[in-house]
């Protein structure tokens, strides 16, 4: 299984960026997935998941209310929309896969090679 990340770029505070996580194999809708970011200087953190079957959904605090995850297992993408886009969200996002079906904080296994989201102010 590979993760293909795109969407990233430079957008002004206020301003929004949909992400997409593309994947291979024939086995993204058994599995839950998430997007995780890591700004410089700092560790990698949770952003938000999904279940496999997008019936659930989790979201770090920092983000919630202001991003969506989302899927389309026909496709085997997975989806993040940013809104309302602050500088400190600021970071290169990653997209997983877990090794779960459910919306988790961990126990990720795959990881895409992440894409730069950098926010003005």
């Known amino acids: 299984v590979q993760l293909q990340a795109s969407g990233g770029g430079l957008v002004q505070a206020g301003g929004s960026l949909r992400l997409s996580c593309a994947a291979s194999?024939?086995?993204?809708?058994?599995?839950?997935m998430g997007w995780f970011r890591q700004a410089p200087g700092k560790e990698r953190e949770f952003v938000a998941a999904i279940s496999n079957g997008a019936t659930n959904t989790d979201y770090a605090d920092s983000v919630k209310g202001r991003f969506t995850i989302s899927r389309d297992n026909a496709k085997k993408t997975v989806y993040l929309q940013m809104n309302s886009l602050e500088p400190e969200d600021t970071a290169v996002y990653y997209c997983?896969?877990?090794?779960?079906?459910?919306?988790?904080?961990?126990?990720?296994?795959?990881w895409g090679q992440g894409t730069q989201v950098t926010v003005s102010s």
């Open positions: 997983a896969r877990s090794r779960s079906r459910l919306a988790q904080r961990t126990n990720y296994d795959v």
């Open positions: 194999g024939r086995t993204f809708s058994s599995y839950a």
